[in-house]
């Protein structure tokens, strides 16, 4: 019964590899969202999609997209992943702008 | 396993008065926790966090958070609040090791009446 439930929960993958990280969401929230978690733990917002627009798209390589084949899910598609992009990915959603719920978050790892 | 519990989904305080948002949480390893804040129609920024140095972590926008171990709490303050405060508030906590990931509270709604 999950509300936000992103998979994997880990991903562990080499250099050049291309993954993507699942994200789905029950609440019938209009704006899903996809977090970085850094190294000193501060979340950065990577994506936001509003009834499948892009409106938040802050300085992200292109090797990431975000793809939402429906309100309810929003997946993050790496390309080419590199060492640097080892970190925990949190997928999220809220209604027009309101709390955030947050999934379990993703942690990947690239070797 | 680590885990938060922030104690009431709802606070409302009058403008002026003190601000008390609480956060408990569990690890079986000395913890780093977090104070995230998340404005109207905003995303989250950082308030404030505990990484083992001292106790009393000041944030910014006045709020301060002590860190109890014997209480397993990281409760949230501020001596007066402000109207412009009213927003949602989350407690994180994480282990030391840098890759580990942050594990979120349900949240807290905070609203200040005039």
């Known amino acids: 019964d999950t509300a936000v439930s992103q998979t994997p929960k880990y991903l562990v993958t080499q250099m050049g590899n291309d993954k993507s990280i699942k994200c789905e969401q029950n609440?019938?929230?209009?704006?899903m969202y996809w977090y970085k978690q850094d190294s000193k733990k501060f979340l950065k917002i990577m994506f936001s999609?509003?009834?499948?627009?892009?409106?938040i798209n802050e300085t992200v390589p292109n090797r990431f997209s975000p793809k939402s084949p429906d309100k309810a899910h929003l997946n993050l598609h790496i390309n080419s992943l590199e060492l640097g992009d080892s970190a925990v990915y949190f997928c999220?959603?809220?209604?027009?702008?309101?709390?955030?719920?947050f999934g379990s978050g993703t942690q990947l790892s690239v070797l | 396993a680590q885990s938060v519990t922030q104690l009431g989904s709802h606070v409302s305080v009058s403008e002026g008065a003190l601000v008390l948002l609480r956060c408990n949480y569990s690890?079986?390893?000395?913890?780093?926790l977090f104070w995230y804040v998340q404005y109207p129609n905003q995303g989250l920024q950082l308030l404030l966090k505990?990484?083992?140095?001292?106790?009393l972590v000041k944030g910014i926008n006045g709020f301060e958070a002590e860190f109890k171990k014997s209480e397993t709490s990281f409760h949230l303050t501020k001596p007066s609040a402000h109207m412009s405060d009213a927003a949602e508030y989350f407690c994180?906590?994480?282990?030391?090791?840098?890759?580990?990931?942050?594990?979120f509270g349900g949240g807290t709604r905070l609203m200040v009446k005039p």
């Open positions: 505990y990484t083992s140095a001292a106790t």
């Open positions: 999609y509003n009834n499948k627009e892009l409106i």
């Open positions: 999220a959603s809220s209604q027009r702008g309101e709390k955030l719920f």
């Open positions: 690890s079986s390893v000395p913890p780093y």
């Open positions: 609440l019938g929230h209009d704006t």
């Open positions: 994180a906590v994480s282990d030391g090791n840098a890759g580990n990931m942050l594990t």
